[in-house]
T-cell receptor
Framework: DAKTTQPNSMESNEEEPVHLPCNHS???????IHWYRQLPSQGPEYVIH???SNVNNRMASLAIAEDRKSSTLILHRATLRDAAVYYC??????????????FGQGTTLQVKP | DAGVTQSPTHLIKTRGQQVTLRCSPK?????VSWYQQALGQGPQFIFQ???????QRGNFPDRFSGHQFPNYSSELNVNALLLGDSALYLC?????????????FGPGTRLTVT
């Protein structure tokens, strides 16, 4: 399984943008880049995913490098409720691996008021 | 529409005992995956069930077993509990065939082994 590398922790001020980086230099052509976050005392929740192009949804944006060896999750205006552990995960595309998510340590995001 | 539900919320067991945890997937989902999350760590994949069979398995001993029922709900059984089995056990559901789509996680069952 391809590996991802994320900073252990980051801090942000409320209502400012946050850029959470992820390195995945061994990514294969069929790996999707997924981001999940885990709020305190909750199960992980899906944030966003992408393959090659940048993606936007109501929660965040995902910027993917042209060589796909890195990506950045962008929270446009951080709120206190965005304080969580953010996981960058590579998910194989194929019939043999539809469910398995390999979580790393993730990045703990602190949001200061 | 109910999301993924898990029971019980918390559980305390003694070393050597056996435990059963339960999960009901999100409506419309047919695949259930189980994860173990130790304190301060990311979740680790235990196994996945689809069509009432174990389809994928992570690096967990045979003491960990599971079952999926015709209504897609699932159980996780752990035999001969060890202190190291203390963790948050998470269930996630998804719809098979949507390889790139998200998984929905339940709130977890906190298991404490004393």
């Amino acid at each position: 399984d391809a590996k991802t590398t994320q900073p252990n922790s980051m801090e942000s001020n409320e209502e400012e943008p946050v850029h959470l980086p992820c390195n995945h230099s061994t990514i294969s052509g069929t790996d999707y880049i997924h981001w999940y976050r885990q709020l305190p005392s909750q199960g992980p929740e899906y944030v966003i995913h992408g393959l090659t192009s940048n993606v936007n949804n109501r929660m965040a944006s995902l910027a993917i490098a042209e060589d796909r060896k890195s990506s950045t999750l962008i929270l446009h205006r951080a709120t206190l409720r965005d304080a969580a552990v953010y996981y960058c995960i590579l998910r194989l595309h194929g019939s043999g691996n539809t469910g398995k998510l390999i979580f790393g340590q993730g990045t703990t995001l602190q949001v200061k008021p | 529409d109910a999301g993924v539900t898990q029971s019980p919320t918390h559980l305390i067991k003694t070393r050597g005992q056996q435990v059963t945890l339960r999960c009901s997937p999100k409506s419309g989902h047919d695949t259930v995956s189980w994860y173990q999350q130790a304190l301060g760590q990311g979740p680790q994949f235990i196994f996945q069930y689809y069509e009432e069979e174990e389809r994928q398995r992570g690096n967990f001993p045979d003491r960990f077993s599971g079952h999926q029922f015709p209504n897609y709900s699932s159980e996780l059984n752990v035999n001969a509990l060890l202190l190291g089995d203390s963790a948050l056990y998470l269930c996630a559901s998804s719809l098979r065939g949507h390889y790139s789509y998200e998984q929905y996680f339940g709130p977890g069952t906190r298991l404490t082994v004393t």
